[in-house]
């Protein structure tokens, strides 16, 4: 689209002249392809599906036609008490606070203070009964959040969806998946079906099907590709390194040191990983200053989804405004959607297990055609074959090996300094050896269930480079690794060893932790009193178990739980139907529970055997 055709006054459709005024102080100097595309369509009563590159101005697209419509519409005399205007769904908190203060942004130049905007987020910080009561309290016309408090919030009797207009799915591909589309066809139903709808998404063909679940009627799509039909903006530079595993962190600490930028992020597989190794480069910045293996003055913030909501969106918010040299460990969380500015490099340490999150990961630098480099980590051997997969999918990365230390490659690497000393830190500490096995575990799993299952195969990785990388000195049991890891005693010193054995004394490898510490060494007396042969062995075998079968029993017992309470309730079902047709009213005083204790007496007593045997 020529540049002429991209000026604010070019567009198809008279914008409200205080909205013109925001564009121009928030420095919107020029539309986006997207934007020129969108806004006349869903301002213009048309439905819209938007399948756009990452940060290709998305939010404008469809914030402006809300506040367009806001107006048009009258809604602010128009909509009563308890009810809203528009609805935006977001998959993530974070999301929905950075949409929020979008609309909020262009709020602020608008003369009146009677358009307003409310986030709906999960936070420990207030119920939904809090969000209620503000929202009746304030009425706000424009809802932002998540599908799972969205939900919970308009089922409330005093919230009345039957006046929203304008309904938009942000990410509409994640949020048409399996994690959250009962949520978000719930919430959708609630809804009145004369609505305006637009899905928005850098993925969009992802959700294949279930875009028809949404009640689109006569949907326009529109499709922005970027030059040469890439999958990417040709303002983000698309690179890949190949690595040894048990290099991969010194590698990355190597370019957090080396390569000159403002805000990097880095994405990790598991939320364990990144608080793993975000304990370790803090460690590294306060006590090996004279080793120079981080540079001290770089600020490290670590970010994943089992932080609580204050905490992440604090954490966000400081990774956001800091002026200084900052890098963000994370996770998929801040993987759509999040727009920080300055963030000029993003780096992967492995590529995401759902191949669609690859370019959603890259496009959180490379913005609004600023430049951008993003660069993934590729485990050497059988991964590489994951470049041509991805040249499949319209997305070509080039190799770039500058940035790499040339050193650090299993054949030149002659010494184990650092492996040392990420193993000196974890011996400490027992408490740092469970966080890295539970950290090497998930990483497994999460392996395990790549959708590329031909390229990323559990049968050709190197489970012992991984462990070096994890600081390990002793393989997890885990079935993944003895069933693949082919002549495991001839490349370790035997049971899982990676060092000798007699180096550590595992018995006296004690937690800081005094109440830890205090439970290990009654645990282990307890076995020492053990004399009985049988007994002994099944205790070891116990506490020997591997974590894969521990995290598969704790599956279990939730699976039983589930399948006990469905049991219940179908039986207080009965329970109840049985009292409603019972004419004499007559009251009901067995209890549930003694009815399955008694049906399990009987079936244990029952032996099986019929019949009278007295006479034999």
Avoid at 74 to 81: P, Q, S, T
Avoid at 296 to 322: C, N, P, V, Y
């Amino acid at each position: 689209m020529p540049k002429s055709s991209l000026k604010w006054d070019s567009l198809k459709y008279e914008l409200q002249p205080w909205i013109k005024n925001a564009i121009e102080i928030m420095g919107f100097e020029h539309m986006t392809p997207v934007q020129a595309s969108t806004i006349p369509m869903f301002a213009g009563n048309k439905d819209v599906v938007v399948d756009s590159v990452t940060g290709s101005g998305k939010t404008v697209a469809f914030v402006i036609p809300i506040l367009e419509k806001i107006i048009h519409e009258n809604a602010i005399r128009n909509v009563k008490k308890g009810h809203f205007h528009s609805l935006i769904i977001s998959p993530t908190r974070e999301l929905a606070k950075q949409i929020q203060s979008v609309i909020n942004s262009f709020l602020e130049h608008y003369e009146h203070d009677n358009i307003k905007s409310q986030l709906l987020v999960g936070t420990n910080e207030h119920s939904i009964r809090d969000d209620v009561n503000r929202f009746l309290d304030d009425r706000p016309l424009i809802l932002v959040g998540t599908p799972g408090r969205i939900l919970d919030f308009i089922q409330f009797p005093n919230i009345k969806p039957q006046s929203c207009s304008m309904v938009v799915l942000d990410e509409a591909d994640r949020l048409l998946d399996v994690s959250f589309v009962a949520d978000v066809e719930n919430i959708l139903n609630l809804l009145p079906k004369q609505r305006r709808t637009g899905l928005f998404s850098a993925t969009i063909d992802s959700a294949g099907s279930n875009i028809f679940k949404t009640g689109l009627r006569n949907p326009v799509k529109i499709k922005v590709n970027s030059k040469n039909n890439q999958a990417a903006p040709s303002s983000l530079k698309l690179n890949y390194c190949v690595v040894d595993p048990e290099y991969k962190l010194q590698q990355l600490l190597h370019i957090l040191n080396k390569f000159k930028f403002k805000k990097c992020i880095v994405y990790f597989p598991t939320c364990i990983s990144v608080t793993f190794f975000y304990g370790f480069i803090q460690h590294l910045q306060n006590n090996q200053k004279k080793d120079n293996l981080i540079n001290e003055d770089l600020h490290i913030f670590s970010l994943h989804g089992k932080l609580q909501t204050t905490s992440r969106m604090k954490t966000l918010q400081s990774f956001t405004d800091t002026l200084n040299n900052s890098v963000l460990l994370t996770t998929d969380v801040a993987a759509r959607g999040i727009d920080i500015p300055d963030v000029d490099l993003v780096i992967q340490l492995d590529p995401p297990n759902d191949t669609d999150l690859f370019l959603h990961r890259c496009g959180r630098t490379g913005r609004a055609n600023r430049i951008g480099k993003a660069l993934t980590f590729i485990n050497r051997g059988r991964e590489e074959d994951f470049i041509p997969f991805m040249e499949v999918k319209n997305v070509n990365l080039e190799e770039d090996s500058t940035m790499l230390n040339p050193e650090l490659t299993t054949e030149n690497c002659k010494e184990d300094t650092f492996y040392n000393l990420f193993k000196s830190w974890i011996l400490h500490d027992r408490d740092r050896f469970d966080h890295a096995v539970k950290s090497y575990v998930a990483f497994i799993r999460y392996y395990s269930n790549h959708s590329a299952s031909s390229i990323f195969r559990l049968q050709s990785f190197d489970y012992i480079g991984l462990a070096k990388m994890f600081g390990l000195f002793r393989l997890p049991r885990m079935p993944e690794i003895t069933r693949n890891l082919k002549n495991a005693d001839a490349v370790t010193f035997g049971d899982g060893w990676i060092v000798d054995p007699q180096t550590i004394d595992m018995d006296k490898f004690h937690y800081l932790d005094e109440k830890k510490e205090k439970k290990r060494l009654h645990d282990l007396a307890n076995l020492q009193k053990i004399h009985d042969k049988k007994k002994l062995k099944f205790e070891l075998k116990k506490k020997n178990m591997s974590w894969s079968n521990k995290t598969d029993t704790k599956e279990s017992k939730t699976k039983r739980r589930e399948k006990m309470a469905l049991k219940r309730k179908a039986i207080e079902e009965e329970l109840a139907k049985n009292d409603d047709s019972d004419s004499d009213h007559e009251e009901v005083t067995t209890d549930w529970k003694e009815e399955i204790m008694a049906s399990k007496k009987r079936k244990h007593n029952d032996s099986g055997i019929q019949g009278s045997f007295d006479d034999l």
